[in-house]
């Protein structure tokens, strides 16, 4: 299954390492569209009118081509809310994942009903529900 991973960038870089290990654990039975999220050496810095455009015209083709986007949201990102409403305005399944003992989510997340909200306090708690939701993924996508 293709995948979209979505987590901070220009909003903060905090969380990199864990976005690299999720995006680790997703590879090992799919496909990560957006594995350059993990990357703790990746470019913050805008490019311009022109690179930013190229990046949202990929990123747009990423997410309509993605069965589902896991997104990761301890760390607030303007670009992560863009890129979960997008997928919704789309029918893209979307699981939000966060830390409960560092952040709340926007109400503007946990108040919509089609978000799956999965807040955590260890990160050894996300890899089970990674497998939940990637098996329900694999059962629709053979109906």
């Known amino acids: 299954m293709d995948l979209y991973?979505?987590?901070?960038?220009?909003?903060g870089r905090v969380d990199a390492a864990l976005y690299q290990r999720l995006i680790a654990y997703l590879q090992r039975t799919d496909t990560v569209l957006t594995e350059h999220v993990g990357r703790p050496e990746l470019n913050l810095l805008e490019q311009g009118r022109a690179g930013d455009g190229a990046i949202y015209d990929q990123d747009t083709a990423w997410l309509r081509r993605s069965a589902a986007v896991i997104a990761e949201c301890t760390c607030p990102s303007l670009g992560v809310g863009y890129e979960l409403a997008y997928a919704e305005a789309r029918g893209i399944p979307c699981h939000i994942f966060y830390d409960r003992t560092k952040t709340q989510?926007?109400?503007?997340?946990?108040?919509?009903p089609y978000f799956h909200i999965h807040p955590y306090e260890?990160?050894?708690?996300?890899?089970?529900?990674?497998?939940?939701i990637l098996s329900a993924l694999r059962s629709t996508q053979k109906d």
Do not use: H, N, Q, V
């Open 5 to 11: 991973f979505a987590g901070s960038i220009r909003g």
């Open 105 to 112: 989510l926007s109400a503007m997340l946990t108040g919509d």
């Open 122 to 132: 260890k990160e050894a708690d996300i890899y089970p529900a990674l497998d939940e």
